[in-house]
């Protein structure tokens, strides 16, 4: 049995899909801020743990082989919210879980870190950077997802068998859909406003990744040999774009039955850009990307009208409106004592 902690965030519900499509038994383990909607079509396939990595129960590995490790605040705004609680849960919550599975003899541990780690800002020199290269992050999200890496390292031994995927930013349709990734923000103005704006000219990079592609990546590093992934990193990316790039992707997209404008604005140039390169893992695990924009983003949109997930202001799509709202209703019924 495959435990995946965050399975039924917006990669995860990709994630558990394809491991049960591999014939994987699968437990998730996550705290369902979202809910378990996403995971609602293969319910009777999985056995679904509620819980917080911090108070974690060991026996939530109870018969497991392997962890993916997806769980955890997933981006700047939300680390930036709480950022205690992102040390918490990003940082300690991983060495929390790390630490159970040794003691439970679990060897195999994916951790879903992030690209976000390599970024100096825009105006750094631009450079193609591999696993090898200095980082020196900034951010506390890129912050908790480095520490949080170099304490699995110093884990790994002949028991412990720890993956590092530096992922880049994902996009493409989940059943747990998000709205405030790049990609799918431009498909959602599309589908919307049918005007797609690209702040500080659109010359910033980010490598990108398809999150089915994404997933196909966890259980490759599960079968893989230990000699080829104990203790490595990998970045995960199909390819770097400029942001401008990936608007022109979107619009092309588009193009055979909704007309989209582009609107470029060259102020607020306060952002991330960075390229990276994703040739260590295609060349150790030979897993090659699938899905380029133009591909996924046809797909997404197909995939958004079967589920009706088209009610854009929903704060359920976005990861710090939700944060701010549960904050909100959290801080109300301490105060009122309930609804009723």
Wanted: hydrophobic share 40%.
């Amino acid at each position: 049995m495959i435990l995946v902690t965050g399975g039924a965030g917006y990669i995860g519900c990709v994630a558990v899909r394809q491991l049960l499509d591999k014939g994987e038994a699968v437990r998730v383990f996550d705290k369902l801020y979202f809910g378990e909607d996403g995971l609602a079509e293969v319910a009777d396939k999985i056995d679904l743990v509620q819980g917080d990595l911090r108070t974690l129960d060991p026996a939530v590995l109870d018969g497991c082989n392997a962890v993916i490790h997806l769980a955890g605040l997933s981006n700047d705004p939300t680390a930036e919210f709480n950022p205690k609680a992102n040390a918490d849960i990003n940082t300690r919550g991983t060495e929390v879980l790390a630490e159970a599975c040794k003691r439970r003899g679990v060897k195999r541990f994916i951790f879903a870190s992030t690209c976000s780690i390599y970024d100096l800002g825009f105006y750094a020199p631009d450079f193609l950077r591999d696993e090898d290269s200095e980082v020196r992050p900034r951010a506390a999200y890129a912050v908790s997802n480095y520490d949080a890496e170099r304490i699995l390292l110093k884990m790994a031994d002949d028991h412990f068998c720890p993956v590092i995927l530096r992922q880049g930013t994902v996009y493409g349709w989940s059943p747990r859909m998000r709205y405030d990734l790049v990609v799918n923000t431009f498909v959602r103005d599309a589908l919307s406003k049918g005007t797609l704006t690209v702040n500080a000219g659109g010359e910033m990079w980010r490598p990108l990744i398809d999150v089915s592609d994404l997933s196909r990546v966890y259980a490759a590093c599960v079968e893989a040999p230990d000699e080829k992934v104990q203790a490595r990193t990998f970045n995960v990316v199909e390819k770097n774009y400029r942001i401008l790039e990936l608007a022109h992707w979107v619009r092309e997209a588009f193009r055979p039955f909704k007309k989209v404008e582009i609107e470029v604005d060259y102020s607020n140039y306060k952002t991330r850009s960075y390229r990276v390169s994703g040739q260590r893992i295609e060349t150790v695990l030979g897993v090659k990307p699938l899905l380029g924009v133009k591909e996924s983003v046809e797909n997404m949109v197909r995939m958004i009208d079967l589920h009706h997930q088209t009610d854009f202001l929903s704060p359920r799509y976005y990861n710090i409106q939700w944060m701010e709202l549960l904050a909100e209703m959290e801080a109300t019924l301490k105060r009122i004592g309930g609804v009723f």
